[in-house]
């Protein structure tokens, strides 16, 4: 048997108490609909301590020929993403994540994305969210978690979908498995696209994202493909960021990858569809000690101002422009710590 072209490597963490197993079960039927021949590509699961296991979930879904389970103790997103690198046997690896669906012909335009290239790149596909889904415990029966609701309609950022959900009926728009099989195209017209996500496409489309001073800081997860030799050539995720819940991973990797040389490329046919899932008041708390974690291993300048990206709402070639006016040019000058201060002699 031939290897295949590609490995789809998802960390799992699936439990009752946070949010159920649907969104998992959906990405995977999403992921086994897809238009390249099944035979070209593997789905790696590394169950991060689901309960139920994910292996025992397989065969309630008609999926357990078509997914490679990695079983290991709860190790946060790094460690999990890191043995689904080790496993895959494809040079190819998409970064996914257990809540996002993808169009059925999203694979097939990764690989065919990076054949097109002599210089090694990541992958970006084009990414939406289905916001409404965030208030649903099973996305698939349209189970409303009442609190988060009640959150959403605090928070000015969310209040007008509290309301919207009721007003388009969107309360008691579930997300099935046959939705995703054959209706994906509709639940396109159901999604939408953060500012963030639409600055971050229309940078890397541009084709010089990865030479911007802050275009590192474009690097997501979920509909991301890499060489497997460049993500094991960089040491693949840092699991010291595991100890704050995994948080700024996704452009600490980014960081090193353009620092080994790879471009970023988009690949405008390979669609999917984020499900967000209820969180709890304290899922940010690993943000900021992250951030100082991240700035104290590279202790550069265009690091150390990153917090302002994340603050302000820059894009990401304004920030670059800033960067630059701060003296943080490309490649960035070293971190330069003060002198140590003389000690006075009475």
Excluded at 270 to 290: C, F, K, Q, T, W
Aim: hydrophobic share 45%; with cysteine.
């Amino acid at each position: 048997m031939s290897a295949p072209e590609l490995a789809v490597v998802i960390p799992a963490y699936c439990t009752e108490r946070r949010h159920g197993s649907s969104r998992l079960w959906l990405a995977l039927v999403s992921l086994c609909r897809q238009t390249l021949p099944p035979d070209r590509y593997e789905i790696i699961v590394v169950d991060n301590g689901s309960e139920p296991p994910v292996a025992e979930l397989l065969p309630r879904w008609d999926l357990a020929d078509r997914v490679r389970v990695v079983t290991r103790a709860r190790s946060g997103i790094c460690g999990a993403f890191n043995a689904g690198i080790a496993a895959a046997r494809a040079p190819l690896v998409l970064l996914g994540t257990d809540d996002e669906i993808f169009g059925p012909g999203a694979l097939e335009a990764h690989v065919r994305h990076h054949a097109g290239f002599d210089q090694p790149q990541v992958g970006f596909g084009v990414c939406y969210m289905a916001y409404h889904t965030e208030v649903f415990h099973d996305v698939t029966t349209a189970e409303v978690v009442p609190q988060v609701r009640a959150r959403m309609a605090g928070r000015a950022e969310s209040a007008w979908l509290a309301g919207a959900l009721t007003a388009l009926g969107l309360v008691e728009r579930a997300i099935t498995p046959a939705d995703v099989e054959s209706g994906f195209d509709q639940l396109l017209r159901l999604s939408g696209k953060v500012a963030l996500f639409a600055d971050i496409e229309r940078t890397v489309g541009s084709g010089r994202c990865h030479r911007l001073t802050a275009g590192w800081l474009a690097m997501r997860l979920g509909n991301h493909t890499v060489p497997t030799e460049a993500l094991r050539a960089v040491g693949g995720f840092d699991e010291e960021l595991d100890g704050y819940g995994g948080w700024l991973s996704d452009v600490e990797l980014g960081f090193r990858l353009v620092a080994h040389g790879l471009a970023f490329g988009l690949v405008a046919d390979a669609p999917s569809i984020n499900l967000p899932h209820p969180r709890g008041d304290g899922y940010l708390m690993g943000e900021v000690p992250a951030m100082a974690y991240v700035i104290n291993k590279h202790r550069r300048m265009d690091v150390a101002l990153a917090p302002l990206y994340f603050q302000r709402g820059y894009g990401i070639a304004s920030f670059s422009r800033l960067l630059a006016t701060a003296g943080a040019a490309t490649g960035g000058p070293a971190w330069v710590a003060p002198p140590a201060r003389e000690e006075r002699v009475a």
